[in-house]
């Protein structure tokens, strides 16, 4: 059984898909998250990795919802997140960093400034305020994903830590 204290810690974090704040998941948060880390770094939407941001988020978005949307309306609510998509994932963070991957993927390239396939903590923390952190949150939390502590966010580490983020409450 799922206790209530994981369910809020959980519930908190759907604040972090709803780009637009109108209380559900749907494709268009996605799309605002691909949006919003192009403008921060100056990438067009058409070059190669605007591209594949969008489509990391398309996938990100149907293995999102085809886990969670319940009632099959495109529209992932707040339940529906907790009692759907984290309950199934908790047990298999990696079917999760499998899900999110082609978007984490694409949003490190973006953030990639000399392309060497690993984004500096700065980087990382202009990218997370970029899909709505706080700046304070933004910097503190680019400075944990750094686990090697080299200054560099290289994809195993974003990957891992976003997946513990959205499974594990605490």
Request: net charge negative; proline share 3%.
């Amino acid at each position: 059984m799922v206790s209530t204290e994981y369910e809020r810690k959980i519930a908190a974090r759907f604040a972090t898909f709803d780009q637009d704040g109108n209380g559900y998941i749907d494709r268009e948060d996605f799309s605002a998250a691909a949006k919003a880390l192009l403008a921060e770094f100056g990438t067009a939407a058409r070059s190669d990795k605007g591209q594949a941001l969008y489509i990391g988020a398309e996938a990100f978005w149907q293995g999102m919802a085809g886990i969670a949307d319940r009632d099959g309306d495109q529209r992932i609510t707040r339940e529906e997140f907790v009692h759907g998509a984290v309950k199934r994932l908790r047990d298999n963070p990696d079917r999760f960093a499998g899900i999110a991957g082609p978007f984490l993927h694409a949003a490190l390239a973006v953030a990639d400034a000399d392309a060497d396939g690993a984004a500096t903590v700065a980087e990382t923390a202009r990218a997370l305020k970029a899909l709505g952190a706080p700046e304070a949150v933004a910097t503190a939390a680019a400075g944990t994903l750094d686990t090697d502590a080299d200054g560099r966010i290289s994809e195993p580490e974003i990957v891992s830590a976003f997946a513990r983020y959205f499974t594990v409450p605490e």
